[in-house]
């Protein structure tokens, strides 16, 4: 009997399938540190955003405040707005991918009331010394509570060239963001949410809606608008050996020993950002100006006549140029470098009164103030690459020239990595002088035109931190020192606190594991004094307990579990929507039992799933007060109402990662 062919191996055609792993590394730009994908799952569940001591307004995608005290960065021009920032993608800060296969991630996740946050991520390498990655992030949460939907998109492009024979190398980077936030004003009546019968929190009235305009959407809307483009291209000449492959003669590849090098930077971006209020009550503008508004009874105003509206714009172009020297072997090189650039900004606000020459009318038109600025700037950096080595720098950048000279920002650091997994240790200093952004010094509208006089703001930081994955022990220390310090005040209007004051704060991580068990411990502590215009918990902390273990011969690993976070009591911060910034308030404090989550994250090959039940402790407890919101005058009784902001009611989340690769 002849013998019959195997052809199964022809229909699958699995010769020319690639079962070797991705090889996929990124890194971050002017680094040479080369870091990977996270693929855990011992926090997989945790919302981002909001990591790890945030809060948003109890709506993914809402303003984001940090309850660990992070002053603003402040040196030279800057717009100001800063909190959605969380969301958005930076030009300077984004991943710079290598890998030897196309290499794909699709994150999704779900909650109730249609909360919906997808993106999307693909990298691969045109060549091997030719990488491109895009990401794209939709964030779509109509929320819990009447009319604060939000509705992001955020896009970046980057892409990385070295040439073969490392002289020339190329980064790249393309960012559009857009965050629409729809403002409700706050729970008008802080009682409804002990009241049972509102236990659908649609049912309970908020201060901006408006029957008349509609029952889903505000008819006050923040929205912020940003596009960024920075290429950087670096030659650098030094000492260039060929290595040749053993195996094949043909095949070799180039090492450099940099000596000396020069960097050229351009950065051109443009900013937006509005404010909308199409059924205004004049009640809101008190502060800032005194105005009856009235409508046909449709529910609609006539835009610049009846309504509130106010645009900042901010365009700038920055171009610099470095000269970078290079001491060492490669790997261990210190690299030192100092350059100039000249930047121009402009911003412009819209609608702004005009006043008409010789005549008593005015007439609304825009106001511009633009600018040019030189700066000086200068670094001192060894990275430490491998295990064992100590890693330093210095840095320096000061204003010469223009509206915003005499601005600077200092930066010092010294660290080592540590041997056979001990972890690493940090210490730095930082010393900042600023001036206040735009959005801080100017306010314009239809009715009122106005100006903030501020001075420059003095921040100075000392840090140090240790981090032992062996013992799993984290942990450091932080002190903020500022003078000047530049806030919203209880007001709500740009103020500035005069007198110095320090923020010391502490933090410290520790997991504990029995067999498959984990006990993960953080806690915060940060003084404070009752006399500042800070907002802050005075401890924070978070504790979870979980089962994690690989089952079915390593096919599957779990890990289920609790959590609870805290805080102590304090005054929340306010959230002022006109100017779309939070502000500071001594007038109302809360307590809020903790919250408890339950979890199960799973990993199966390249994916990655969760399912949590999110604010369980509400179960038997009320809806946790997250802000304060802009006090407002009952036009019955006559009494102070402070309205406020409150977390979503208990809920199950659902999301998941896959990694695709080709």
């Not at 005290?69 to 993608?89: K, M, Q, S």
């Amino acid at each position: 009997m002849t013998p019959q062919r195997d052809t199964s191996k022809d229909k699958t055609n699995d010769g020319k399938w690639k079962n070797h792993e991705a090889r996929i590394y990124f890194e971050k730009l002017n680094s040479a540190q080369q870091f990977l994908p996270d693929t855990g799952i011992h926090t997989f569940h945790r919302r981002p955003f909001v990591q790890p001591w945030a809060r948003d307004m109890g709506n993914p995608g809402s303003p984001v405040n940090d309850l660990m005290f992070r002053p603003e960065i402040r040196v030279g021009p800057t717009l100001g707005y800063h909190i959605f920032d969380a969301y958005r993608f930076n030009a300077d800060s984004l991943n710079y991918y290598n890998t030897d296969r196309p290499y794909s991630v699709f994150s999704y996740q779900t909650a109730g009331r249609q909360e919906h946050i997808a993106s999307i991520m693909h990298t691969q390498n045109i060549r091997p010394n030719w990488n491109f990655a895009v990401e794209y992030r939709k964030i779509n949460s109509p929320g819990y509570y009447k009319i604060q939907r939000n509705n992001h998109d955020n896009f970046a492009l980057t892409t990385k060239y070295a040439s073969l024979d490392k002289h020339y190398k190329l980064n790249a980077a393309l960012v559009y963001n857009k965050q629409q936030h729809d403002e409700n004003g706050g729970i008008s009546s802080p009682g409804d949410l002990d009241t049972p019968s509102l236990n659908n929190r649609r049912t309970i009235n908020t201060n901006y809606q408006s029957e008349q305009y509609s029952t889903t959407r505000s008819s006050v809307t923040n929205v912020q608008r940003d596009f960024t483009l920075m290429v950087q291209n670096t030659y650098t000449w030094g000492v260039t050996d060929t290595f040749y492959d053993e195996e094949d003669t043909a095949a070799y590849t180039y090492t450099l020993t940099p000596r000396f090098s020069i960097t050229h930077k351009g950065t051109i971006s443009t900013e937006q950002h509005a404010y909308k209020d199409l059924t205004p009550d004049s009640m809101r503008y008190v502060s800032l100006f005194h105005r009856s508004f009235a409508n046909d009874g449709s529910g609609y105003y006539a835009a610049g006549s009846d309504s509130v509206y106010t645009r900042q714009k901010w365009f700038w172009a920055d171009n610099k140029i470095l000269l970078n020297g290079y001491i060492g072997k490669v790997g261990k090189q210190l690299e030192f470098s100092a350059g100039a650039g000249i930047r121009y900004d402009q911003f412009i606000s819209d609608p702004a009164v005009k006043v008409t020459a010789d005549s008593p009318y005015y007439r609304l038109g825009y106001d511009r103030r633009s600018g040019a600025t030189n700066y000086l700037e200068g670094q001192l950096r060894k990275e430490a690459l491998t295990p064992g080595e100590w890693q330093y720098g210095a840095s320096a950048r000061y204003l010469v020239t223009g509206e915003y000279a005499g601005n600077f920002a200092i930066h010092t650091m010294i660290g080592k990595q540590l041997n056979h997994n001990l972890g690493s240790f940090f210490a730095g200093a930082q010393q900042e002088l600023g001036s206040a952004p735009y959005s801080y010094t100017d306010y314009r509208n239809a009715y009122k035109d106005t100006s903030f006089s501020l001075n420059t703001e003095s921040k100075s930081v000392l840090y140090a931190t240790l981090e032992s994955p062996r013992i799993k022990v984290y942990g450091g220390a932080r002190a903020y020192i500022l003078n000047n310090y530049i806030y919203m005040n209880r007001n709500e209007l740009p103020a500035q606190y005069t007198v110095p004051f320090t923020i010391p704060q502490f933090w410290l991580r520790k997991v504990f594991r029995v067999g498959s068990f984990f006990l993960d411990n953080e806690i915060v502590y940060q003084i404070a004094d009752n006399n500042i215009p800070v907002n802050v918990p005075e401890i924070m902390g978070r504790h979870q307990l979980s089962f994690e273990k690989a089952l079915f011969k390593n096919a599957i690993k779990i890990a289920t579990g609790v959590e609870a976070r805290y805080n102590t009591t304090y005054n929340p911060a306010g959230y002022n929507a006109q100017f779309n910034r939070f502000f500071y308030q001594d007038y109302q404090q809360i307590t809020n039992t903790p919250e408890l989550s339950v979890f199960l994250n799973f990993r199966i090959k390249r994916f990655r799933a969760f399912i949590a039940g999110d604010n369980m402790q509400q179960i038997f407890a009320r809806n946790a007060v997250l802000f304060t919101g802009t006090p407002t005058t009952n036009a019955t009784s006559g009494t102070k109402v402070v309205p406020v902001y409150a977390a979503p009611n208990n809920m199950i989340r659902f999301g998941f990662n896959w990694v695709m690769i080709n």
